[in-house]
């Protein structure tokens, strides 16, 4: 069988950008995911079921054995058909070349930075941009190769990161720019116009994947640095976290609060005062108003959170 537009993906957003493309652009021939059962073995970050769509859109679900595609069934499945496009869509994880070469049109995914391709490779992009304090993402749509976020980009767009976006308004920006970006892939597709650009002037360097246990809290570092920890693993991730008296205390939201009010007589991390259930907290070069967090103990002025 012969199919046009494949999407790959495992999560919501796969979902939404099914959704777009069927209703908005064209129609979505076939959705690759991956089956219940990989979830056994794997640790699958926001997965979620995607055979609904056969039955909301009529648009065929295959679901692999094998998140790397490598099973014999699925190897059998990409023998025995012939694609055009392909869209990558949270796929957290290398296509192998056996499958990238049974698209004439290739398959593309979607990666950011701060700056251009090659730089800025690997995991977490949108957490990682965030704690690091960047103020805008570049979101490249790349045709994949059998190496991880090669420069083999057909199209960009920029979005800022303002000093008010979580990683949750930043999932936000993201979905839109994609959407713009699959408009013009999908365009140049029915108009044989696909170009991409494959020469690029930037060096190599990567993000390395993120963990829950990343989201320690040090109060003995500066405000600007903890503010961005907490925003940039806020839900939907697991959030920032620290203990006090053993217990551990998730951090949701937080804001610098004063960082001229003398504090000296406070510790690093020590709850200042409380104030409808805020917490003022000092850090190493001011304070936090912490907003929004779970605890199992009651806090109280005076508590160390480290």
């Given at each position: ?249 998730t951090v949701w939201s937080a804001h610098p609060f004063d960082e001229m ?11 200042i005062d409380i104030f409808d259930k805020k917490l003022i907290v000092r850090?190493?070069d001011g304070s936090l108003l912490v907003e929004d967090y779970e605890s ?11």
């Open positions: 069988m012969h199919y046009r537009v494949v999407i790959f993906g495992v999560k919501d957003t796969t979902a939404e950008i099914v959704r777009f493309v069927q209703e908005k652009l064209c129609p979505v021939d076939l959705v690759v995911t991956i089956h219940p059962d990989v979830l056994s073995g794997n640790q699958v970050s926001g997965y979620e079921g995607l055979s609904w769509l056969e039955d909301k859109y009529g648009i065929p679900v295959y679901e692999t054995h094998s998140y790397g595609l490598k099973d014999e069934e699925t190897t059998k499945f990409f023998a025995e058909n012939t694609f055009e496009l392909g869209i990558s869509m949270g796929w957290q994880r290398l296509l192998p070349g056996f499958v990238l070469s049974r698209f004439s049109e290739g398959v593309f995914g979607f990666h950011g930075n701060c700056a251009y391709l090659p730089f800025g490779r690997g995991r977490s992009p949108l957490n990682w941009s965030i704690i690091l304090g960047d103020t805008r993402f570049n979101l490249n749509l790349f045709q994949y190769d059998e190496k991880a976020d090669s420069p083999n980009v057909f199209a960009s767009e920029m979005c800022a990161i303002t000093p008010h976006d979580t990683v949750r308004t930043m999932q936000y920006k993201n979905m839109l720019v994609s959407k713009r970006l699959i408009a013009k892939l999908i365009a140049a597709h029915q108009a044989g116009t696909v170009s991409v650009h494959r020469e690029s002037r930037d060096f190599d360097s990567w993000y390395n994947k993120r963990t829950a246990t990343d989201g320690k809290l040090d109060f003995h570092d500066r405000t600007r640095n903890l503010y961005n920890l907490i925003r940039g693993v806020t839900r939907p991730f697991p959030g920032a976290f620290c203990f006090c008296n053993g217990e551990k205390i009010l003398d504090f000296s007589m406070y510790a690093p991390g020590e709850i850090t190493l199992e103990v009651e806090l109280e002025p005076g508590m160390i959170l480290e």
